[in-house]
Every structure is written in C-alpha cells, then in structure tokens.
C-alpha cells in the first residue's frame, strides 16, 4: 500500500506562486505515473498535470505555461510549481500515483487564491 503525503498548499494572493511536494512512502517504479488533480467546491475532480518516468508531462490547457510538473526519483518526490496563480485556481490538490490499472491518492493539502 503506497501512501503519499502532501505539502506545500496555502493561501496566496492572485499571481502569486506555490510550490506543491509529494513524497511516496517506497520507492517510484519506472512504470509509474505521477500526476495532480484537483477539486474545487462543488466541481468534480480534474486531471492538473502528470508525468511519466522518461519525464512526458501532459497538462491541463487552464494551467499551461503556468504551472510545472516535476519528479525527483531518488527521493520519491514529485513537485508541482505553480506561477501566475488566479483565484480560479482555489481547489484541494491531491497528489495521484498510478501503477499498471490502480491509482493511490494522497489525502489532498488546500490551496487558495485571493482576489
């Protein structure tokens, strides 16, 4: 059972940034996929951004060009940049690890943007 924590959430004003960590409880095989959703009242949960081992990211068209995904492999930790951050951008984070057809979750951390 893998478990993932995460940390780096927060109240921020609009085009300001945050820096979001996850860190896996074992170690992240080649064949994993990281990634962060997220959701926001009332909405249901969407895919941020995700990134393959050889380092394919794919990303939501609301955050291109602002936010940036990236995994550090020696310390089973994925980050998510976040710049220019609009108050749109308000939701709980939830850190996703999928491995062949099953996905952990972390137990998500808040981010909130101010007008």
């Known amino acids: 059972q893998v478990q993932l924590v995460e940390s780096g959430g927060g109240l921020v004003q609009a085009g300001g940034s945050l820096r979001l960590s996850c860190t896996a409880s074992?170690?992240?095989?080649?064949?994993?996929?990281m990634g962060w959703y997220r959701q926001a009242p009332g909405k249901q949960r969407e895919l941020v951004a995700r990134i393959t081992s050889d380092g394919i990211t794919n990303y939501a068209d609301s955050v291109k060009g602002r936010f940036t995904i990236s995994r550090d492999h020696a310390k089973n930790t994925v980050y998510l940049q976040m710049n220019s951050l609009k108050p749109e951008d308000t939701a709980v984070y939830y850190c996703?690890?999928?491995?062949?057809?099953?996905?952990?979750w972390g137990q998500g951390t808040q981010v909130t943007v101010s007008s």
């Open positions: 996703s690890l999928t491995r062949t057809l099953f996905t952990y």
């Open positions: 074992e170690r992240i095989f080649s064949i994993d996929v």
